[in-house]
């Protein structure tokens, strides 16, 4: 998959964010997305899944016919876990919604540690298994774009070591990463995309 | 496509028998209605029964509207609403699986308990079997207009309220040809067929406008 973001334009609440980005992605490829609060990075990654609509410009998926929303798992910083499911049901709809094609949930629970939780009410989980099991999605459902805002919020030290290896492996068998942070987020070979919050020409 | 539908009509009702505040809550409504409506208008069994097909409607509009506007408004809170958006099936079809799933478990319940309440009023069993038909029928329809006023309340700020001023008014056409049918079925001046194949018609209607509806209007929400 190559991604194409071609002078995009972001107004928020009458507020211009960005201008002009414009920025390509292809196989293996990863970004970090840095700047402080209120900066756009959220907002970048939304319309690069399709989540919001850009005020000018576009996002293109130069090789094939999917959609940008098609092709992108989101993690963003609500974790879209449902507290009366188990934690296995939530991955298990994640699975189902975003088109499958992943590992088992037993094993992606088992890799994201916290595979002895599958047969727990998820709202009983703390901030970071939640941020795990989240995460967990990404292995479930095979798609080639991660776009993941601030992903390592509430993640301890090994949940972060956990995250940066699935992104090294998922950018190893073709994947592009998009990872929106204000903190140091260790990726090797990583494009960097600095927003000021004053718009970027 | 239909294994996505069946995963989210299954979550759905997942979440809404273990949440408790599904089916119990518009039943409970439902009774408390149908009960106090004796003490308002006095112990007159004949009154009761004459006025008691219109109430048992009421009733049943009433408590169905509990709960609609939060159909997409749960999901949106905890994110998953940008799940249901990343997924390659029509948001049509997943605003359908989610108005089954609600039907399902408010308004099938409200629809099997209606003749027992009608009991409680003296209603005769020709117009109980016509009080269930038309809910059955009508009771779909005002879980579908509750859709789009659900995705209009995630979509706009303050979109609560408008959900509120938004279903009941479409609802009436369904309240009086549903009533209007229940009564052909037991006066019979007009042939119960007549308004009865109006209120399909009108809920066959929103059975088609409610999901396009609601998908535009979860679309909008991107702007």
Redesign the interface.
């Known amino acids: 998959m190559r991604l194409a973001v071609e002078g995009l334009t972001c107004i928020r609440g009458g507020r211009k964010l960005f201008r002009g980005l414009s920025f390509g992605l292809g196989q293996g490829e990863a970004i970090v997305v840095t700047g402080p609060n209120g900066a756009g990075k959220t907002s970048l990654l939304r319309l690069v899944a399709g989540l919001l609509t850009p005020a000018e410009g576009r996002v293109v998926v130069e090789d094939s016919v999917q959609m940008a929303n098609e092709l992108s798992h989101f993690v963003g910083h609500l974790d879209a876990v449902k507290g009366a499911l188990t934690v296995g049901e939530n991955l298990d709809f994640g699975r189902t919604l975003l088109g499958g094609g992943g590992i088992e949930t037993d094993a992606a629970l088992k890799k994201l540690g916290i595979g002895s939780l599958a047969d727990v009410p998820a709202q009983i989980l703390s901030a970071g298994q939640r941020r795990r099991l989240a995460l967990a999605r990404l292995l479930v459902a095979t798609r080639p774009l991660w776009l993941l805002d601030e992903p390592s919020t509430a993640l301890d030290s090994e949940g972060q070591r956990t995250l940066i290896q699935l992104i090294v492996e998922h950018r190893a068998s073709g994947g592009s990463v998009i990872a929106a942070t204000h903190m140091a987020l260790d990726i090797s070979g990583a494009r960097e995309i600095v927003l000021t919050g004053e718009g970027v020409d | 496509m239909i294994?996505?539908f069946r995963?989210?009509t299954a979550?759905d009702l997942?979440?809404a028998l273990?949440?408790g505040g599904g089916a119990g809550v518009g039943v409970i409504f439902f009774l408390a209605i149908v009960t106090i409506i004796p003490f308002a208008v006095g112990p007159d069994l004949p009154l009761l029964a004459r006025i008691g097909t219109a109430v048992l409607w009421i009733g049943a509009l009433l408590a169905s509207l509990l709960g609609l506007d939060r159909i997409f408004a749960s999901d949106q809170?905890?994110?998953?609403l940008?799940?249901?958006?990343?997924?390659?099936?029509p948001l049509e079809l997943i605003a359908v699986a989610k108005a089954v799933a609600h039907w399902i478990a408010t308004g099938l319940p409200l629809v099997i308990i209606a003749p027992v309440l009608g009991l409680m009023l003296g209603v005769e069993p020709r117009a109980l079997a016509a009080v269930s038909l038309t809910l059955l029928v009508g009771t779909p329809a005002v879980t579908f207009i509750g859709l789009i006023a659900s995705a209009l309340s995630v979509a706009l700020p303050r979109g609560g309220l408008l959900s509120a001023v938004l279903i009941l008014p479409l609802a009436i056409p369904l309240l009086i040809f549903g009533v209007a049918a229940t009564n052909a079925a037991v006066v019979g001046e007009i042939p119960f067929g007549t308004p009865f194949r109006l209120l399909c018609a009108i809920t066959l209607f929103f059975l088609v406008l409610g999901p396009v509806a609601a998908a535009a209007a979860l679309r909008h929400v991107?702007?």
Not at chain 2, 77 to 80: C, F, H, K, T, V
Not at chain 2, 82 to 89: G, Q, V
């Open positions: 294994t996505t995963a989210v979550r997942k979440l273990r949440v809170d905890d994110g998953s940008d799940l249901l958006l990343l997924s390659h099936a991107r702007e």
